[in-house]
């Protein structure tokens, strides 16, 4: 299972019981939809109505793919399969509830008190002289995160950065300027199979912004 299909059926799985429950009636809708509307094509046109005809393929396909599989999961790992649901130039755009993997200011405040988070700061040197790195964060530049969690090992990461190496499956928020690098990595970490990889697109000028304005 690619770690698209992953992402999408880890987001499924966080959905609250109305939401299942959604799925499951839009099935059983779906369902009914497709019988009706099949039948009143065929009556129709077995009595010579020149204005209805057969549905198409890929609404047939799509039909097909709501009577058959009424489970959410397979639904999902279903409609990623026939491009519906997630499509592959869309790879690097991972959804949850809809969005982009992102996380807000105060978000970014609640996850700076999580152990297990890890939020990368991936501004350059001299960008981090003048401002410091973003509170909570470890520093890694742009041009140097893909080595470092691909080459280093978990001693020389934990060495360095005082943190544990990041698995696949580990919440990283990655945060920039203004958010620009941070969502070009985030892709480029999500392709590699960091299926938790966020960004925070407001980066150091929001949180300068915000922070100022808590302190007042």
């Known amino acids: ?14 959905f609250s019981a109305t939401k299942k429950l959604t799925f499951i009636m839009y099935t059983r809708f779906s369902r009914r939809l497709y019988q009706a509307s099949t039948s009143y094509a065929l009556s129709s046109r077995s009595r010579g109505n020149p204005y209805v005809s057969p549905l198409s393929p890929r609404s047939q396909r799509f039909f097909e ?23 592959e130039k869309d790879s690097a755009a991972l959804c949850e ?8 200011y105060e ?3 609640e996850e700076q008190k999580e152990p297990n988070t890890l939020i990368v700061d991936i501004r350059e040197p001299s960008e981090i002289s003048e401002t410091g790195a ?11 995160v893909r080595n470092v969690f691909e080459n280093f090992s978990e001693e020389e990461f934990q060495e360095k950065y005082g943190k544990p190496k990041p698995t696949t499956d580990t ?14 990595m985030q892709q480029t970490m999500q392709k590699l199979g960091y299926t938790q ?5 407001g980066g150091w000028l929001e949180w300068e912004e915000k922070s100022a304005g808590r302190r007042k």
């Open 134 to 144: 973003l509170p909570g964060s470890i520093h890694i530049p742009m041009g140097d």
């Open 1 to 14: 299972m690619s770690y698209h299909e992953q992402s999408c059926i880890t987001v499924l799985s966080r």
């Open 197 to 201: 990889a966020h960004h925070y697109p």
């Open 97 to 104: 509830n809809g969005m982009a993997l992102e996380v807000n």
């Open 171 to 184: 919440k990283i928020i990655f945060s920039c300027r203004s958010g620009k690098r941070s969502m070009s």
């Open 65 to 87: 793919i709501t009577l058959n599989r009424p489970s959410a999961g397979n639904l999902i790992r279903t409609l990623y399969s026939s491009n519906i649901f997630c499509r």
């Open 107 to 109: 978000q970014l405040l």
